[in-house]
């Protein structure tokens, strides 16, 4: 049996948290394939919140395995804390062995190169995300297999110091004392170790025995190294495709794709957001939404529905519907827009270009309502909502297929 796959649309936090936990009761097995503790996945079940960072969001289904693939980069400090939250993992969470690990110095240079950047910062996490991606890629970098001989990876960290002591002292970051280092290592492989395996061979028998599974994108699709906002961006493939190689999957091992998007649209840190309100309507959306993120807690800039971009997204992803989240937080508006083209050097165009810098949003309005917080059929929405869920579907030319009216896991309206 193919897997499916839930993928974010636009800038990330668009709701993939709470459509992967409302989901999670169909399928055996949940996997997350890249980005690392930069990711911030909220769900709330009967008023009790959950904040997720590495761990995927199958884990408040106590049938479903969790798997954090190869194509994730690690820190072990993080997902530790993480674990604590929850009995009995031992059986439900594996970790990839070929993941690579972000360790405390990854963050220290995120951080720091942020600093020298000044007022062209990327605006990160600083969870040391890109450095511990720019190891992978330039073969510097540590994978959590390696964790199980503490001693062995303590000294191979310390000569990665020793080799490039110059560029560490252009950070002023101190190379680790053996001692404290290697009891670091000791004490994280203690933690870890019932979890870590060859996770490609685990999800290749769960396919072969027509297991259902359930893959679990981080970030979204503006923000992929490839096809986002570059240099805007995150580090690792947050597009579909990236599930294949972040889990060791072939592009036939991937059924149905659902992409995942705000009513509205946000964006937390730097770089072009052509549909951004920086007036009172973004504003009231960030309060209506709340609009902090879960990993930094920063305000998120808000806007309005950017079709364009959906569109865009929906073809780079292959989506075969939309779940169109956080429906709600439009109530009360009078006017609602969404971007339906944009405005290059004078020109109207219907694509979104290499360079997102330049471009103005043209809106078309549609008519406000009053009440859909809470609705879980199709047909308790007000008229209005109805009509703009249909409109979107239209512009995006990709199907809706699941509504969400509020945070808690029930509040989805599946269409
Ligand atoms: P993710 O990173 O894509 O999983 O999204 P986040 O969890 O970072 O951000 C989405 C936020 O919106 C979380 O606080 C969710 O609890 C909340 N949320 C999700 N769906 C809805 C919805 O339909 N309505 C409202 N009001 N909030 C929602
Ligand atoms: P989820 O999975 C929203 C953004 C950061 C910054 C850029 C690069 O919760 O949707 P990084 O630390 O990755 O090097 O930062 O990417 N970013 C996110 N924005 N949601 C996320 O994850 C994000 N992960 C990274 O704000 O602009
Ligand atoms: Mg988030």
Known sequence: MQADLIVGIQWGDEGKGKIVDRL?????????????????????????????????????????????????????????????????????????DKAHLNLSYHA?????????????????????????YADKISRTGFRVGELLNPEKLCGAIIEYFEQNRAVFDVYEIPTPKKTELLKELEGYKEKLAPFITDTTQLVWKALDENKRI????????????????????????????????????NPKDIGKVTGIVKAYCTRVGNGPFPSEDIGKDGKRLGEQGHEFGTTTG?????????????????RLNGCDELALMKLDVLDGFDEVKVC???????????????????????????????????????????????????AIQEITKTKVGIISTSPERDDTIIL
């Open 24 to 96: 999670a009761c169909e399928y055996d097995m949940v996997c997350r394939s890249q980005g690392g503790h930069n990711a911030g996945h909220t769900i709330w079940v009967d008023g009790v919140k959950y904040a997720l960072h590495l761990i995927p969001s199958g884990v408040l289904n106590p049938e479903a395995i969790n798997v954090v693939g190869n194509g994730v980069v690690l820190s072990p400090e993080s997902i530790i804390k993480e674990m604590v939250q929850f009995e009995g993992l031992e059986g439900r969470l594996y970790i990839s």
């Open 108 to 132: 220290l240079i995120d951080q720091a190169k942020e600093r020298c950047k000044g007022d062209k910062a990327i605006g990160t996490t600083g969870k040391g995300i890109g450095p511990a």
């Open 214 to 249: 359930l893959l679990e994108g981080a970030q979204g699709t503006m923000l992929d190294i490839d096809h986002g906002t570059y240099p805007y961006v995150t580090s690792s493939s947050t597009v579909s495709a990236g599930a294949c190689t972040g889990l060791g999957i």
């Open 298 to 314: 920063r305000a998120r800039r808000c806007g309005w529905f950017d079709a364009i971009a959906t569109k865009y997204a929906s």
């Open 340 to 390: 339906i083209a944009y405005e290059l050097n004078g020109e109207e165009i219907d694509y979104l270009p290499s360079n997102l810098e330049d471009v103005k949003p043209v809106y078309k309005s549609f008519k406000g309502w009053d009440k859909s917080v809470g609705a879980r059929t199709f047909d308790e929405l007000p008229k209005e909502a109805q009509e703009y869920v249909l």
